[in-house]
């Protein structure tokens, strides 16, 4: 379907990413077997393909925050440096509180990952803010204070989820899962119905 779509609307940078995101779940589904060079390179070759996906979006369109989030997962992922600067830039261009929600638990998973511990803490803690009722920042916060050694704050932190009277879908799931947020799926759903 998005192949028939880009046949018709070649410049719709939405595109690129929804084909951008198939690439990337073809990836997640793919088991690699580290003796055989075969699915390394279709698995390579696979993320050449997404980010060539998104940077044609971006191309398109450099105010689409989700391209640029979607490319700095694919480097965040390959370990590739350009990661923070993809996120930076998605954080700059982000009008939707999910992408904001998004771009801020991804500069809390890089700067973790570096041991940066004290802004990965304050990264999840602007993620908790923009969706209190998402679990993942709370799980993320916990984590960060075990590492830094308290380990009844991380108990408290992972209980103020279970404690929340209401609770929220997880962008990060459908983001994760390669599928579309619910804002994309109105805007398929209305160029659909356009004449």
Avoid at 21 to 29: F, V, W
Avoid at 135 to 163: E, N, V
């Amino acid at each position: 379907m998005i192949r028939d779509a880009l046949s018709w609307y070649s410049s719709e940078p939405l595109l690129y990413v929804a084909r951008g995101a198939l690439a990337e779940m073809r990836i997640a589904m793919t088991f690699v077997d580290l003796r055989s060079g075969n699915q390394i390179a279709r698995r390579d070759r696979a993320y050449d393909a997404a980010a060539a996906d998104y940077r044609r979006a971006i191309g398109l369109d450099d105010r689409l925050a989700i391209a640029h989030l979607r490319v700095g997962w694919l480097h965040f992922t390959t370990h590739d440096p350009r990661a923070r600067e993809n996120f930076d830039a998605a954080l700059t261009r982000a009008t939707e509180v999910r992408d904001r929600y998004l771009v801020q638990l991804f500069l809390g998973a890089a700067a973790e990952r570096d041991g940066r511990l004290d802004e990965a803490e304050r990264a999840y803690s602007a993620a908790q803010a923009l969706a209190p009722g998402c679990q993942t920042p709370y799980i993320a916060l916990a984590r960060i204070d075990h590492a830094l050694g308290r380990a009844a704050q991380a108990a408290a932190s992972a209980a103020a989820f279970t404690a929340l009277p209401e609770k929220s879908n997880d962008p990060w799931w459908d983001f994760h899962l390669g599928g579309f947020d619910h804002v994309s799926l109105a805007w398929l759903h209305a160029q659909a119905q356009a004449p």
